[in-house]
């Protein structure tokens, strides 16, 4: 079962442009991570954050978590070219510490030179 | 190793016959996960293993799956008597360890195992 629902599913913009994907999820979490894929590749962790966390930021991503709507959001700023993938939202479920991740369906987003 | 490794990377099969994908995690990770992606879709959980014994298998669809993981590295995923539904990436990760504590559930992921039967 997929516990995360992304949004949008798919999603084009310019070099240079912002991407802001959303992710919502189902049940009480202790952690939400995400994570991409590159077209026939394996997944790449890209950041993690923890449920008692707001917000995150990693280069040019900056992660935020609302544990009352149950749902974060991932924004890719001044996107390149490179950032051309698939984007997963994954949970850890409470109430065990299971590091069990379940994943949702991503959006696919294509940054155009 | 360096990474996560799976092996075959594609494996074509007739209908009915046995599988045997197999995965070597990252030295050391005790936890290892496997996955199955089909085209379009996210990973699907299948089954997780810490150390040698499996903490969760909810996510095998039926008993013609079976995993393994006898000295706590290498696991081989078995599928039986395959059917064209079987047909997907097969996704195997390892963490340091099997817990969402402290962050240690952040996974690595191999390139996958492509299975097709025909």
């Known amino acids: 079962s997929q516990q995360g629902e992304e949004d949008p599913q798919a999603l084009s913009i310019q070099e240079g442009e912002n991407a802001t994907m959303n992710c919502s999820y189902k049940t009480s979490i202790n952690n939400l991570q995400w994570y991409r894929q590159n077209s026939g590749r394996g997944l790449v962790h890209l950041i993690l954050i923890r449920s008692n966390e707001r917000e995150k930021h990693s280069g040019r991503l900056r992660v935020t978590l609302d544990t009352s709507k149950k749902s974060s959001s991932l924004l890719i700023t001044a996107s390149r070219a490179a950032d051309t993938a698939s984007y997963f939202c994954?949970?850890?479920?409470?109430?065990?510490?299971?590091?069990?991740?379940?994943f949702g369906q991503g959006t696919t987003l294509q940054v155009k030179p | 190793g360096a990474g996560v490794s799976q092996t075959p990377s594609n494996k074509v099969t007739e209908k009915g016959k046995y599988v045997e994908l197999r995965c070597d995690p990252i030295s050391g990770h005790t936890a290892l996960y496997w996955y199955r992606q089909s085209l379009g879709q996210g990973p699907e959980f299948l089954i997780y293993?810490?150390?040698?014994?499996?903490?969760?298998d909810s996510g095998l669809p039926n008993d013609r799956f079976f995993a393994v993981r006898p000295e706590g590295s290498v696991s081989t995923l078995k599928i039986q008597r395959t059917e064209r539904g079987d047909s997907a990436v097969y996704l195997c990760?390892?963490?340091?360890?099997?817990?969402?504590?402290?962050?240690?559930?952040?996974?690595?992921f191999g390139a996958g195992s492509r299975l097709t039967v025909l």
């Open positions: 990760a390892s963490s340091v360890t099997g817990t969402a504590l402290s962050g240690a559930n952040v996974l690595t």
């Open positions: 994954a949970t850890a479920a409470l109430p065990s510490n299971t590091g069990k991740l379940i």
């Open positions: 293993f810490q150390g040698t014994g499996a903490a969760d």
